[in-house]
């Protein structure tokens, strides 16, 4: 294990297509980190248990970790119409990390991680990103998936509303054969990402990769036994995958 000497946690903002956008950077004491920066789903927030948890686990390992509200959600400015705009929660991500590595002494290799629509975010991400590595929860391929759940199957973070807006409509399948480095989680009972997505992506992806599939796992990952499991493999990947050359 990594001690740290002194760890900071750091709020500040970035821009993104004029939004201004909040987030929280975890510092290890190290010099030139690795970091990680996480993707939220669509009506949840940077404050995600996962993410919180996630975070002060890298700093023990010596990786930074930067968890940051998409634009209408959260503490960020913008609109719910705007936090339905999947392209821009792209560049949301990319901004992200252009910011970082303009302010911040970090190092070179970079990670993602994100859960449901924020893990297709990171996924039409990465190969612009450069991220050596890549960690999915519940992660859709198109938005076809989430319009069915807005329709009634189990709307558990979306509306009709806001899924049947043309700005959210996506399809990231055709580059997945570009990612490596890739963890997959997803929960065979997820009533609003079908599994095959998952079986999918794996398919699709290069290597490395790994799939997880958590028996009777929700959307949500509400049980504590695959959250523990989650922050354990997740950590392993993450340490691999970004330590140094």
Request: charged share 20%; hydrophobic share 40%.
């Amino acid at each position: 294990m990594i001690i740290s000497k002194k760890t900071e946690i750091i709020d500040l903002s970035f821009t993104a297509d004029g939004f201004r956008l909040s987030g929280t950077l975890h510092l290890p004491g190290i010099d030139q980190p690795p970091f990680i920066v996480g993707s939220h789903g669509l009506l949840s927030s940077a404050s995600s248990p996962k993410q919180v948890e996630l975070a002060g686990k890298c700093s023990e390992k010596g990786i930074a970790f930067f968890r940051f509200d998409h634009r209408g959600c959260g503490k960020s400015e913008g609109s719910r119409t705007d936090a339905a705009d999947f392209h821009g929660r792209c560049r949301d991500l990319s901004n992200a990390i252009e910011f970082l590595q303009n302010h911040y002494d970090l190092g070179s290799r970079i990670g993602l991680f994100g859960s449901s629509l924020g893990g297709a975010v990171c996924l039409a991400t990465a190969v612009s990103a450069k991220a050596c590595a890549v960690v999915t929860i519940a992660a859709p391929l198109n938005s076809r998936s989430l319009i069915m759940a807005a329709r009634g199957i189990e709307p558990v973070e979306i509306s009709a509303e806001l899924a049947l807006d043309p700005k959210f409509q996506f399809d990231i399948k055709d580059g997945l054969q570009a990612i490596s480095s890739l963890l997959i989680f997803h929960g065979n009972n997820d009533s609003v990402v079908p599994v095959s997505h998952a079986h999918e992506l794996f398919e699709k992806a290069g290597c490395p990769k790994k799939l997880i599939i958590q028996k009777e796992g929700d959307h949500v990952m509400s049980n504590p036994v695959d959250q523990k499991q989650f922050i354990h493999e997740t950590m392993a990947w993450f340490t691999s995958c970004l330590k140094p050359l």
